[in-house]
């Protein structure tokens, strides 16, 4: 009978000492969030597309991209952090806002890509915005809506 109490508390201390390993790899994990216009220019002549992006602690302004250009950014996640970073998107007389990151897994929740991915790229076309991770699966993730008045 004893053995068996002994087992359980090394058990569990070994258990321990594995997750406090794993969470030293996840603590200072960098992200990078790209945001990509790869509206043709050649095709619709409102290519520019203006965006704001912000967080609950960095609000990072508002940026006209220019077809083939780009606006981008890095962060720090810990284990224990719930970053999330929204943007709203504006063409022409289309619009759409949702989160760019919100996890730490696959950059989106639900996002069928690599889990272990450090890169959030979202491509912008004129059908919608796309997610590809740092493996280059991608898919199409929103439509654009409407602009609203």
Request: charged content about 20%; proline content about 5%.
């Amino acid at each position: 009978m004893s053995s068996s109490y002994i087992k359980s508390p090394f058990l569990l201390l070994i258990i321990l000492f594995i997750n406090i390993l794993n969470l030293k790899n996840v603590v200072a994990s960098s992200f990078h969030v790209q945001v990509v216009n790869n509206i043709d220019p050649t095709r619709f002549p409102f290519n520019s597309i203006k965006l704001h992006c912000a967080s609950k602690d960095n609000d990072m302004g508002f940026h006209d991209i220019t077809p083939n250009n780009q606006f981008e950014w890095t962060f720090k996640e810990g284990y224990f952090s719930n970053t999330l970073f929204f943007c709203h998107f504006w063409w022409g007389l289309k619009e759409r806002a949702f989160e760019v990151f919100n996890v730490f897994h696959g950059c989106i929740k639900n996002a069928p890509l690599n889990p272990d991915t450090r890169l959030c790229k979202w491509t912008i076309t004129d059908i919608g915005f796309f997610l590809e991770d740092d493996k280059g699966k991608k898919y199409i993730a929103y439509a654009w809506e409407p602009l609203k008045k």
